[in-house]
């Protein structure tokens, strides 16, 4: 028998819009410092792993899927608009694919973090969420690319 997911969408916003504040008004640096950008990603995998109730031992690296957080459309909708990157490569930085929308189900997609353009800014609205396709029958070439798709068009399952 199967796990049942269990929808903690209301907790993922929160920490969105925790981790949103606590940039916005207290380490957007007045030049560029990646620490700060480094330190704020930490406080959100830390209110995640908390949330999720994760063994710090996991060893879940932010930048990483976390494999008991899944992705899904938000109202009953069957796909989504998606950037999804043009190579399969975590480090490229163009989000070009010809791959513009994504059928869910039976694409899987698995939660890696929320995302901005420029992580240095002095506003950020962390609109995007980062997904990693974990499963995607209709196109197996997607399947471990990531894909940016807007964070009110969705939804985040526990396992």
């Known amino acids: 028998m199967s796990e049942q997911l ?3 969408t209301v907790h993922v916003l929160r920490i969105r819009e925790a981790v949103r504040h606590v940039w916005n008004t207290a380490l ?22 908390d949330l999720l109730q994760l063994d710090r031992g996991w060893e879940w690296q932010y930048g990483e899927p976390i494999l008991c957080l899944h992705v899904k459309p938000r ?31 039976p694409a899987l997609l698995k939660f890696v973090n929320f995302y901005d353009w420029d992580v240095l800014a002095l506003h950020r609205d962390l ?9 995607n029958p209709a196109d197996m070439t997607l399947v471990g690319r990531d894909a940016l798709i807007e964070a009110d ?7």
């Open 28 to 49: 957007a640096p007045e030049g560029p410092d990646f620490d700060r950008a480094d330190v704020l990603n930490e406080i959100g995998a830390r209110m995640l792993d």
């Open 153 to 159: 068009l969705l939804t985040f399952w526990a396992k």
């Open 75 to 105: 109202d009953g909708a069957t796909s989504l608009a998606a950037m999804v990157q043009r190579e399969p490569d975590r480090l490229c930085g163009y989000w070009d694919h010809s791959c513009g929308v994504l059928e869910v189900p």
């Open 127 to 135: 609109k995007y969420v980062r997904v990693r396709i974990a499963e």
């Open 6 to 8: 269990v929808d903690i």
